[in-house]
Structure formats: structure tokens, C-alpha cells
């Protein structure tokens, strides 16, 4: 049953980068999409362990104060290699300023020496109602990670993350080209299968 058609959502994210890829994904499904900080809904603390528990309480925080559904995504960069950080800690690592130059270079940092460049990105997106039901779905994209970062495409930590099989880093791709391959569209697929269609 699709109870979204025609509703306006809320996309409860305060990062403009990812606000521009969830509404691109959200604007042929005839959905009006209205950005947190436009609403001027209150920054919730990510106090959850897990990607879907942070992307949950995003979620419900911002239904229950707009009264409207509301789509959240919890995302991060894992690495193996450094036991899985920065993961749920990825927005953390980048600092109050939120320069994502100097959370790539922890990362490279505390790779230096390692032969596993592995990493991948997770994104769960959340979608809750006013009444308190929330689903959650869960996209990922695996590859590996390049120094010095290349590309000024995308954001975050997208310069220095290499997609499996590709030759550009998501911070060099045409935004097109990450849309296809990226975790946030995973995540955005699984969703629009169950709440979509
Ligand atoms: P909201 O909580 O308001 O949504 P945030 O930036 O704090 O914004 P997160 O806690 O989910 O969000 O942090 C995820 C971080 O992981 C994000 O700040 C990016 O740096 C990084 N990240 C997530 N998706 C990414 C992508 O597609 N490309 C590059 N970096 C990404």
C-alpha cells in the first residue's frame, strides 16, 4: 500500500549532501520533499551503537515533531582494516568544522602501513510516521580507498572512496554515475519497493 503518494515527507538530515542525493531520488515518486533544516527541526543527539538505531531516532524525532512521515539516513564510511572505524562515528571524525580534508587524513593516517585499502559505505534509511511505526532499509557499497584524495564531486569522504570495478572515485564521478552505484540508492531502492509501490 502506498500511504506515501502524494504526501509531503520529511528528508530529517541537516547534511546538504545528502539532502541533494535523497531528494533527487524522492522527486519522480511524486512526493514533496521538505528538508529538516528548512522545517527548522532541532538536531537530535546520535546516541544509538548501531547505524539503524541512530537512523531510527533521527526518523522518529523529526515525525513526531512535524507531524508528517519522515525518511532519515544514518550512514558512514567502514574500514576493516581500522576494526570498522569510522563508522558510525564518520560525521564525528570530520570535527565541529566538519572538514571532511582532515577526517580523511585520520583515516589515511591510520592506514598508513596496511596493505588492506578495503572499505565500504552503509547507509540505512528509516522512514517513521507520526504514530510511532518505523522500517528501516540498508544499502552498501564496497571498494577501496585512494591517497590523496581525487575529485570534487559528491561530499564527505567521497574523494578518497574507489567503487568495486571503477576507476573514479565517487568524489570524481558525475553525480549520475554515483546514483547508480552508491549505498544511499541501495538503501532508497529497498525502500521504494516496500513503501512505493
Ligand atoms: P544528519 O545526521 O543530519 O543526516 P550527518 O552528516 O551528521 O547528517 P551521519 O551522522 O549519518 O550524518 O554521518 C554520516 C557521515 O558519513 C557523513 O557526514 C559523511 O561524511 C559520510 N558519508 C555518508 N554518506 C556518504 C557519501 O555518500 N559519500 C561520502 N561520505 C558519506
Known amino acids: 500500500?502506498?500511504?506515501?503518494?502524494?504526501?509531503?515527507?520529511?528528508?530529517?538530515?541537516?547534511?546538504?549532501?545528502?539532502?541533494?542525493?535523497?531528494a533527487e531520488l524522492v522527486a519522480p515518486r511524486g512526493i514533496?520533499?521538505?528538508?529538516?533544516?528548512?522545517?527548522?527541526?532541532?538536531?537530535?543527539?546520535?546516541?544509538?551503537?548501531?547505524?539503524e538505531a541512530n537512523a531510527e531516532l533521527?526518523?522518529?524525532?523529526?515525525?513526531?515533531?512535524s507531524g508528517l512521515p519522515a525518511l532519515a539516513d544514518d550512514s558512514g564510511l567502514v574500514v576493516p582494516a581500522l576494526n570498522g572505524a569510522p563508522?558510525?562515528?564518520?560525521?564525528?571524525?570530520?570535527?565541529?568544522?566538519?572538514?571532511?580534508?582532515?577526517?580523511?587524513?585520520?583515516?589515511?593516517?591510520?592506514?598508513?602501513?596496511?596493505?588492506d585499502r578495503r572499505a565500504y559505505f552503509v547507509a540505512v534509511l528509516a522512514l517513521a510516521w507520526p504514530d510511532g511505526a518505523v522500517t528501516t532499509?540498508?544499502?552498501e557499497a564496497h571498494g577501496d580507498l585512494?591517497?590523496?584524495?581525487?575529485?570534487?564531486?559528491?561530499?564527505?569522504?567521497?574523494?578518497?572512496?574507489?567503487?568495486?570495478?571503477r576507476?573514479?572515485?565517487?568524489g570524481e564521478m558525475p553525480p549520475a554515475e554515483k546514483r547508480e552505484l552508491n549505498h544511499r540508492a541501495r538503501a532508497f531502492a529497498k525502500f521504494e519497493a516496500a513503501c512505493l509501490q
Open 1 to 22: 500500500m502506498n500511504r506515501l503518494l502524494g504526501q509531503r515527507l520529511v528528508i530529517a538530515t541537516h547534511n546538504p549532501g545528502k539532502l541533494r542525493e535523497i
Open 32 to 51: 514533496t520533499a521538505l528538508g529538516a533544516a528548512e522545517l527548522g527541526l532541532p538536531e537530535p543527539e546520535e546516541t544509538g551503537t548501531t547505524f
Open 58 to 65: 533521527k526518523a522518529r524525532a523529526a515525525a513526531t515533531a
Open 87 to 115: 563508522g558510525i562515528y564518520s560525521a564525528r571524525w570530520a570535527g565541529a568544522a566538519r572538514d571532511f580534508s582532515v577526517a580523511m587524513a585520520k583515516v589515511e593516517e591510520q592506514l598508513a602501513g596496511k596493505l
Open 137 to 139: 532499509f540498508r544499502g
Open 146 to 165: 585512494v591517497w590523496p584524495p581525487r575529485g570534487k564531486n559528491g561530499f564527505g569522504y567521497d574523494p578518497m572512496f574507489r567503487p568495486e570495478g
Open 167 to 170: 576507476g573514479m572515485t565517487f
